[in-house]
């Protein structure tokens, strides 16, 4: 783990990852809206959203391959989320609520190889923690009580198939890339 203190560079790049996922995050909140609109005349647009899930838990694991700290995938994916509301999610503020708890699951993977020789293991344990941790907020916010228990199965498993591929699979090979190109060094 590193456990040097944040500098400069750290700050922007956090700052650049919180940007730009702030924009990824609301051009999937849109996309999932459509989505949802084409499915909901077959009375399945609560799945809308559900293939974009992995998109919205990408930030904190850049930012924790990259740095390395407790803490910075929890506090990015929330700037992100602030981010994105005031470029204009229509879900307001609560979205800061789920981001916590999208950089939490991202954390408690990272922690369990404290930090340091993150492999595939390492992000697609993340997008499994995460996965269920907000099927769990959403499942309560939004009464999944009430569901067909096929369609939360549904939601379950589509959540779970783009968190694996986006967070677990995607987000690790674009980091990798970027260091193997000298775009970005790890730091820890």
């Known amino acids: 783990m590193n456990k040097k203190k944040l500098e400069l560079k750290d700050y922007l790049l956090i700052s650049f990852i919180c940007v730009l996922?702030?924009?990824?995050?609301?051009?999937?909140?849109?996309?999932?809206?459509a989505l949802s609109a084409v499915l909901a005349p077959m009375g399945l647009g609560i799945l809308g959203y559900e293939p974009f899930y992995g998109i919205w838990f990408m930030a904190p694991v850049f930012t924790l391959y990259l740095i390395r700290k407790p803490g910075v995938g929890i506090i990015t994916e929330i700037i992100a989320a602030v981010i994105e509301v005031l470029l204009g999610n229509m879900f307001g503020i609560i979205v800061v609520v789920s981001a916590f708890i999208q950089g939490l699951g991202v954390e408690i993977a990272f922690m369990t190889k404290k930090y340091s020789d993150i492999t595939y293991g390492t992000t697609m344990l993340g997008a499994v923690i995460t996965t269920i941790f907000t099927l769990l907020w959403t499942g309560f916010r939004s009464n999944y009580l009430v569901l067909d228990w096929k369609l939360v199965v549904a939601i379950f498993v589509i959540r779970l198939v783009s968190a694996l591929f986006f967070t677990g699979f995607v987000s690790k090979l674009l980091c990798d890339q970027m260091v193997k190109?000298?775009?970005v060094k790890v730091r820890g």
Do not use: I
């Not at 996922?21 to 809206?33: E, I, P, R």
């Open 21 to 33: 996922f702030g924009v990824f995050y609301l051009l999937a909140v849109y996309a999932g809206g």
């Open 181 to 183: 190109s000298g775009v």
